[in-house]
């Protein structure tokens, strides 16, 4: 007989605080609960896609896939990592959080009207973990997951005050298991384990309606979605149909906007936001232009050229640092980005997270407790990227990354930088997966090869980009980590020992630091939230001063274009735009 938990159910959760809506909230804040249900919403992708398989972390998925399901929780936009049930009627969990129980809503239901039940959570559960590298790490505390009840299921932990791991569990995409364990239309049995572009069955408000393999997918909403007028999904999901076509080059795809054949343009280029954005249909207000700080309030981003330290060409610090000197990000910043962004200097730019000055308070005793391994740079140095921008500065940054090159190691002989005992010249490739990022790339290259550093540029397609950086197979990559104001288990796949030699890890830089390993710990099972700051922190002053990146450059606002089709609530939620959840389209 299933035991009853001995700890409540609880509507919501939240890792910080308590939740803001009381168990009977008819809506979020945010949206408008009158919002219609019409219209088509056409979106545009850049590169392919070849599976519907979400468990997988090979393949290109198709994008929007993830509207196809429920997860236990929903999230919500107008507080920090706090969700509330959706899938899931409740969550329990001790004051140790130990476990966490989930229990079902006896009305969720997928798709082909079969009842979601404890058996889809737990398939769901252990395949991501068993063939996802991503959530591998990312539950890796999670030991078990069973059914102890009709409609609950109680994961097990092997460690205990691990606030967020209620809140995680949540936010997997529940599979209908006996979909994947029964035959497909060819008469074979489905596998799990590798790609598919059969139309997956899910319980989630959009259902896959039409497809052209790796060229474009239409969603359509579905009438019969089980969870249409729960609170949590009042007001949202208001398009009727959803379209993607996927483009291979960015610029095709803009100009695919600018004529009307797709109503929807996120801009990550200044300079065309500055200036390409004069066509008529702007100028008239048929196309709108509007900039949002909402998803940056809560979020830290670290864009930086990566180094791979697996290559020993990476593994001296002094080289990394030279590379950095030789980034001008001033000039650039002038020439190239129209003074719009600002030079990251932190893994947490932009938010409370983000080492500051010199270390005090809790953090500096976090700090001294690892004294003896980290820098002792990070308790008289704040770290500072190299100031370019001017010829006088420009020239002494090259002869600063000379130098560095020289105490690592190298000389110049003639246009080369080479090994001085034996005359290897240094040379790299560096991956990117868009040619739009050659903006920044060449002008690098320039500098680079002014101290005789020879670095090639090499675009490739989505899908080998994906491949390659997945199996570390790279010199020189340009990546994207963003960071919430509560890191937790993401942690080990970005910086941990553990994810150096675990493909699929987000461990590009190819980190193994003993301290950089203690205080992921720390930031995961803190004792309070002042012990998590702190200990964020430190490791974020750790990680700037071992040279791991190059840091790049990051915008706070969201750039969007539309056609004027749309309407938004006048109050966007907090910390999204809602794009395209909360918005809904002014005509049929």
Do not use: C
Not at 252 to 257: L, Q, R, S, T, Y
Not at 328 to 333: C, G, P, S, W
Request: glycine share 6%; proline share 6%; no cysteine.
């Amino acid at each position: 007989m299933a035991q009853e938990p001995a700890d409540p159910f609880r509507h919501g959760v939240a890792i910080v605080g308590d939740v803001k809506y009381p168990p009977d909230f008819p809506h979020f804040e945010y949206v408008n609960p009158e919002a219609p249900k019409r219209g088509t919403l056409q979106m545009s992708a850049t590169g392919t896609f070849d599976s519907f398989n979400l468990f997988l972390n090979k393949g290109e998925a198709a994008p929007g896939l993830a509207n196809v399901f429920d997860t236990l929780l929903k999230d919500v936009d107008d507080e920090v990592s706090t969700g509330y049930g959706l899938l899931a009627e409740g969550v329990s969990f001790p004051p140790d959080f130990a476990t966490a129980t989930f229990r079902l809503r006896s009305e969720a239901r997928f798709a082909d009207g079969q009842p979601v039940t404890p058996e889809d959570v737990i398939f769901s559960f252990e395949k991501l973990k068993e063939l996802n590298p991503v959530y591998t790490n990312y539950y890796s505390h999670v030991t078990a997951a069973e059914k102890t009840g009709p409609r609950d299921v109680t994961f097990r932990f092997d460690q205990k005050n691990n606030r967020e791991l209620p809140m995680i569990l949540g936010q997997f995409p529940v599979m209908a298991k006996h979909w994947w364990e029964a035959n497909g239309p060819d008469g074979k049995p489905r596998d799990v384990s590798r790609t598919t572009l059969e139309a997956v069955l899910g319980s989630g408000p959009y259902r896959i309606a039409d497809f052209k393999a790796g060229s474009t997918i239409r969603y359509e909403l579905r009438d019969d979605y089980w969870a249409k007028n729960l609170n949590v999904n009042v007001g949202q999901n208001n398009f009727a149909v959803v379209t993607y076509t996927m483009f291979g080059d960015r610029d095709v795809e803009f100009e695919a906007f600018r004529s009307g054949n797709t109503d929807f343009w996120q801009e990550t280029r200044a300079a065309r936001w500055a200036t390409g954005f004069d066509f008529p249909a702007v100028k008239d207000g048929r196309v709108k232009k509007e900039e949002f700080e909402n998803p940056y309030r809560a979020t830290g981003v670290m864009q930086a050229l990566v180094p791979n330290m697996r290559r020993d060409l990476f593994k001296d610090q002094r080289v990394r640092r030279a590379l950095n000197y030789a980034l001008d990000f001033e000039d650039l910043n002038r020439t190239v980005f129209y003074g719009a962004y600002q030079r990251v200097d932190s893994f947490f730019f932009g938010t409370e997270l983000a080492a500051r000055g010199l270390p005090q308070g809790k953090e500096l005793e976090v700090l001294t407790a690892l004294k003896s391994e980290v820098p002792a740079s990070v308790f008289d140095t704040p770290y500072a990227n190299p100031v370019g921008g001017s010829p006088q500065a420009t020239r002494e940054n090259l002869r600063k990354a000379v130098e560095l090159f020289k105490q690592a190691g190298y000389e110049l002989r003639g246009n080369a930088m080479v090994n001085s005992k034996t005359g290897q010249p240094f040379r790299f490739e560096l991956l990117l997966s868009s040619p739009q990022l050659e903006i920044v790339a060449v002008p690098y290259q320039q500098q680079l090869r002014k101290i005789g550093v020879d670095m090639q540029v090499r675009t490739v397609d989505d899908s080998q980009y994906t491949n390659r950086t997945r199996a570390f197979d790279y010199d020189m990559t340009w990546t994207v980590w963003a960071q919430t104001l509560n890191p937790g288990n993401e942690q080990r796949t970005y910086w941990s020992s553990a994810s150096v030699d675990q493909q699929g890890s987000q461990n590009y830089a190819g980190i193994a630091d003993p301290a950089v390993d203690a205080l992921i710990e720390k930031i995961i099972f803190p004792a309070d939230r002042e012990e998590q700051v702190a200990a964020t922190k430190a490791m974020d002053r750790i990680l700037l001063a071992h040279d791991y990146v190059i840091p790049l450059y990051y915008g706070r606002t969201a750039r969007y274009a539309y056609w004027d089709k749309f309407e938004h609530p006048a109050e966007l939620p907090t910390y999204s735009t809602g794009f395209p959840s909360v918005w809904w389209a002014k005509t049929p």
